[in-house]
């Protein structure tokens, strides 16, 4: 076990995710896994800082093609005040009516999946994203802090919290506050641990969808590293055409 504060304290996070949540992953996988299968999308929403695991998903060296990222720059910081700031997007993920407006650009239909992230699974952005893909006959995947879940009061005039929306719901396991490390005479803690969470379960389930894919016979194109040097210098080129042609289909 490591003497460092916030590694000590991650490491039990990570620990827990691989002992409660195996399932929910495995589930979560199966589903996306018979949606890129099937030639369909599995589409990928958060705001703020919870960008990061759709960023990290696809286009990400060992991501496949099927993983459909959704990100609204409105709902992404590019500045900490001002234009683009944190303080703002904090503003408008919180009205309620919002992301329809975001989320009509996109064409949707049964048999595809929505995987929406949220720590504190409030507001009205993340939650009214996974209302409307259920609307659409959508499969929701939520992942997001189950003690918030748990003990958080709904704040969305429709009553639910993101949970409450998900046919899956994978629990990040981290606590209310986010940040890990006691600072003595502050009540603040510092150290957030809900990206490198969820992102430890972002690529868990893309491996398993991946080996699923696999036993499926589905061909798969897979964003690599130049580093790779089995596959012919052209093969991104292949990559990015089978992503083109998948999210044209997918919009007709």
């Given at each position: ?6 590694i ?5 996070i990570?620990?827990?995710i ?21 030639g369909?999308m599995?589409?990928?929403f958060?705001s ?7 960023q990290d998903?696809?286009p ?5 093609v099927?993983w ?11 500045n900490?005040?001002?234009p683009g ?14 992301i329809?407006n975001f989320?009509q650009?996109y064409h949707f ?6 995987i929406v992230?949220s ?7 993340p939650i009214e994203?996974?209302?409307y893909?259920?609307?659409?006959g959508?499969k929701?995947?939520t992942?997001?802090?189950g003690?918030n879940?748990q003990k958080a009061?709904a704040?969305?005039s ?6 409450d929306v998900?046919d899956?719901l994978i629990?990040?396991c981290c ?19 809900s990206t ?6 972002t690529?868990s389930?893309?491996a ?28 991104m080129?292949?990559?990015y055409?089978?992503?083109?042609e998948?999210v ?5």
């Amino acid at each position: 076990m490591s003497n460092l504060n916030y590694i000590t304290k991650l490491n039990e996070i990570v620990t827990k995710i691989d002992e409660t949540q195996t399932d929910n992953i495995k589930a979560a996988a199966e589903l996306c896994a018979e949606a890129i299968a099937s030639g369909k999308m599995v589409h990928l929403f958060g705001s703020g800082h919870s960008v990061l695991p759709i960023q990290d998903m696809f286009p990400r060296y060992g991501g496949v093609v099927g993983w459909h990222p959704l990100m609204d720059p409105r709902l992404m910081w590019s500045n900490v005040i001002g234009p683009g700031g944190a303080r703002e997007l904090l503003w408008i993920e919180r009205q309620e009516g919002y992301i329809r407006n975001f989320l009509q650009s996109y064409h949707f239909e049964e048999g595809e999946v929505m995987i929406v992230y949220s720590h504190g699974g409030l507001n009205a952005a993340p939650i009214e994203c996974a209302m409307y893909a259920k609307e659409r006959g959508l499969k929701v995947i939520t992942i997001t802090s189950g003690e918030n879940h748990q003990k958080a009061k709904a704040i969305h005039s429709s009553g639910n919290k993101l949970g409450d929306v998900a046919d899956i719901l994978i629990d990040n396991c981290c606590p209310l506050e986010d940040a890990l490390v006691e600072i003595p005479g502050y009540p603040q803690k510092v150290g957030a641990s809900s990206t490198t969470a969820v992102i430890t379960i972002t690529q868990s389930l893309a491996a398993e969808t991946a080996l699923l894919l696999e036993k499926k016979n589905h061909k798969m194109f897979i964003f690599v590293s130049p580093n790779v040097t089995e596959c012919p210098p052209d093969y991104m080129h292949e990559v990015y055409a089978n992503y083109t042609e998948l999210v044209r289909k997918c919009k007709n």
